[in-house]
């Protein structure tokens, strides 16, 4: 017997980079809710495959081609899904990227590539949703994916690290702006999250060994990690939870562990 307390049933849902990894992982846990769910990335092809693969709940997912780094690709995505579903409740803003690199080694087309992504995409996503919701009168609510790097950045992501740590302001400035419009505004901030994207690295056995002996939990996470604290954010559970950034993370960020015998 489900509890109306932590439903999304019929709420309209657009997730930016719900394609693949987290956001795909989201998605389909919305629309298995019955979530009139849109997932938007930039290959059509890839975007219709999930799609057909995640519908499996009341409402078939839709798609819409889009690249958060331009400005009017958004625009027309958050009016597409008002085009075709009438309003817009939720926003899941999750398209990002990142390169591993030495600080001294970045070019500045590859600091504008992660910048333009992660930290400018997602601002002018969550400002379309929010002008939406606005306009509609009936509030709504918005849920980013930030990083575990904005608690303490790890070494060779930097400009990541500084546009998730702009992502995890902007929900707060946000909140504290829309409040008055009855909108929510929160993050989830990952941990290690096992991805097709993260396997190769995490098939070192040096780095399974350093996650083992930092993480409480004893365990990389899997994107299925997610989805609860996604669907509590966007349910009515979470109706006076706004501002905040939960970190997801098996605990990593809870202390530091040294390698001193404890009798």
């Given at each position: 017997?489900s509890?109306?307390?932590?439903?999304?049933?019929?709420q309209v849902?657009?997730?930016?980079g719900?394609?693949?990894?987290i956001?795909?992982?989201?998605?389909?846990g919305?629309?298995?809710?019955?979530?009139?769910?849109?997932?938007?990335?930039?290959?059509?092809?890839?975007?219709?495959?999930?799609?057909?693969?995640?519908?499996?709940?009341?409402?078939p997912?839709?798609?819409?081609?889009?690249?958060v780094?331009q400005?009017?690709?958004?625009?027309?995505?958050?009016?597409?899904?008002?085009?075709?579903?009438?309003?817009?409740?939720?926003?899941?803003?999750?398209?990002?990227?990142?390169?591993?690199?030495?600080?001294?080694?970045?070019?500045?087309?590859?600091?504008?590539?992660?910048?333009?992504?992660?930290?400018?995409?997602?601002?002018?996503?969550?400002?379309?949703?929010g002008?939406?919701?606005?306009?509609?009168?009936?509030?709504?609510?918005?849920?980013?994916?930030?990083?575990?790097n904005?608690a303490?950045?790890?070494?060779?992501?930097?400009?990541?690290?500084?546009?998730?740590?702009?992502?995890s302001?902007?929900?707060r400035?946000?909140?504290?702006?829309?409040?008055?419009?009855?909108?929510?505004?929160?993050?989830?901030?990952?941990?290690?999250?096992?991805?097709?994207?993260?396997?190769?690295?995490?098939?070192?056995?040096n780095?399974?060994?350093?996650?083992?002996?930092?993480a409480?939990?004893?365990?990389l996470?899997?994107?299925?990690d997610?989805?609860?604290?996604?669907?509590?954010?966007a349910?009515?559970?979470?109706?006076?939870?706004?501002?905040?950034?939960?970190?997801?993370?098996?605990?990593?960020?809870?202390?530091?562990?040294?390698?001193?015998?404890?009798?």
């Amino acid at each position: 017997m489900s509890d109306p307390l932590f439903s999304v049933a019929d709420q309209v849902v657009l997730v930016s980079g719900g394609s693949r990894g987290i956001g795909r992982e989201l998605a389909a846990g919305f629309a298995a809710r019955d979530a009139q769910v849109f997932i938007a990335g930039r290959e059509a092809d890839t975007l219709e495959a999930t799609a057909g693969e995640i519908s499996t709940g009341r409402y078939p997912v839709g798609t819409i081609v889009c690249d958060v780094a331009q400005t009017a690709d958004v625009a027309d995505m958050v009016q597409t899904v008002v085009s075709r579903a009438g309003r817009l409740d939720g926003l899941l803003n999750v398209a990002g990227v990142n390169k591993r690199k030495r600080v001294e080694t970045y070019t500045p087309e590859e600091y504008d590539f992660i910048v333009d992504i992660n930290s400018r995409g997602a601002f002018f996503v969550a400002q379309h949703a929010g002008r939406q919701f606005i306009a509609q009168g009936t509030g709504g609510w918005i849920t980013s994916i930030d990083s575990l790097n904005t608690a303490s950045p790890l070494r060779g992501v930097l400009p990541y690290a500084m546009s998730k740590g702009g992502l995890s302001m902007m929900t707060r400035g946000m909140a504290n702006e829309w409040g008055r419009h009855k909108i929510r505004v929160n993050g989830i901030a990952p941990g290690f999250i096992l991805t097709d994207l993260s396997q190769k690295v995490w098939a070192d056995p040096n780095m399974q060994a350093w996650n083992a002996a930092n993480a409480p939990l004893g365990r990389l996470g899997q994107t299925e990690d997610l989805v609860g604290t996604a669907i509590f954010l966007a349910s009515p559970g979470a109706a006076f939870l706004t501002g905040q950034t939960i970190y997801v993370d098996g605990g990593f960020t809870a202390g530091l562990n040294w390698p001193i015998p404890l009798e």
